[in-house]
């Protein structure tokens, strides 16, 4: 990510400078080869950057619209985030792809919300919050220790 942003701050340098979507694309491969934005993007990033310098529009504008940072989210939004919690709860032997099925979403993207956003886990075949913290870990990582002693194993 930090190499766009060096490349939307060349792009709006050269903008100022005059230069031109084609030119900016090609000096940019130069300087960044193939990790180069697409010239689509330069082209979108140019159309900002002279709507700013005219005083049309606001840089602070930039960061808050949607249509300058991709493609937008459709599979990991709050509306799915929540009707796959409320399936684990209902259900917690459900599978990821019942649950893709349901929520019309793929099983990849299922899989990134139940580990990543819900922070679930698989353990016995049932999805369980991750609820252990390190100090919790430890502890019982010292009584097993202590029941192994005990019985001299």
């Given amino acids: 990510m930090e190499v766009r942003l060096k490349q939307r701050a060349v792009i709006e340098f050269l903008v100022a400078e005059g230069c031109e979507p084609k030119e900016i694309h090609a000096r940019l491969k130069n300087v960044y080869g193939d990790e180069t934005i697409d010239i689509s993007n330069v082209r979108r990033w140019v159309v900002n950057a002279k709507k700013v310098n005219s005083g049309s529009l606001k840089i602070s504008d930039l960061s808050s619209r949607s249509d300058l940072s991709g493609r937008p989210k459709t599979a990991v939004t709050d509306g799915n985030v929540q009707k796959i919690d409320d399936l684990i709860h209902e ?4 599978t990821q792809h019942k649950i893709a099925r349901i929520v019309g979403i793929s099983k990849e993207r299922v899989n990134h919300i ?35 002693t005990t019985f001299h194993y």
């Fill in 91 to 94: 259900n917690r032997r459900i």
């Fill in 114 to 148: 139940i580990s990543n956003e819900l922070e679930y886990r698989k353990i016995c075949a049932r999805w369980v919050p991750r609820m252990l913290t390190d100090e919790m870990k430890k502890k019982r990582l010292d009584m097993c220790k202590e029941i192994l």
